[in-house]
């Protein structure tokens, strides 16, 4: 697709163009967890979990009246994960960022402490995820 292809789309909800945003659709998966002496014995070359973190914006179904409304589960998620894991998104080999709407995507990775807030779409325009 070029940016011509793109800019020819309908706008959806400014800014968002039709190819701004996808279905949502419900997934799911699934992972085994053991201890780091059973996975030696495995097959497949196990990946150790480090760390994780749950959170949830408040008030959970009111954008409108949070006192940020930018501030997602993930703000609070991503520093506890990080913090147990005993490193910093710059030691991030790979992450997997999935919303329906592309504007998401870079507010996640902003909140995740990959790049500073506001700072997200040069992030992503420069193609190296990798600072």
């Known amino acids: ?3 011509d292809d793109y800019l020819a789309t309908p ?3 400014d800014p968002f163009r039709l190819f701004d945003c996808s279905l949502e659709a419900d997934g799911a998966c699934a992972f085994v967890v053991t201890t780091a002496e ?3 014995d495995l097959k ?3 990946i150790y979990l480090m760390g994780y973190g749950q959170g949830q914006p408040y008030p959970p179904d009111d954008i409108v009246r949070r006192d940020d409304p930018f501030n997602l589960g993930l703000t609070a998620a991503a520093p506890r994960a990080f913090a147990m894991a005993g490193i910093k998104p710059k030691d ?4 997997e960022i999935y919303d329906p709407f592309t504007f998401q995507v870079i507010q996640q990775l902003e909140e995740a402490g990959f790049c500073k807030r506001g700072e997200g779409g040069p992030f992503v325009e420069e193609g190296d995820a990798s600072r």
């Not at 991030?92 to 992450?95: L, N």
Request: charged share 25%.
């Open 1 to 3: 697709m070029t940016m």
């Open 11 to 13: 706008m959806i909800s």
């Open 38 to 40: 059973r996975a030696r």
């Open 44 to 46: 497949q070359k196990p």
């Open 92 to 95: 991030v080999d790979f992450v």
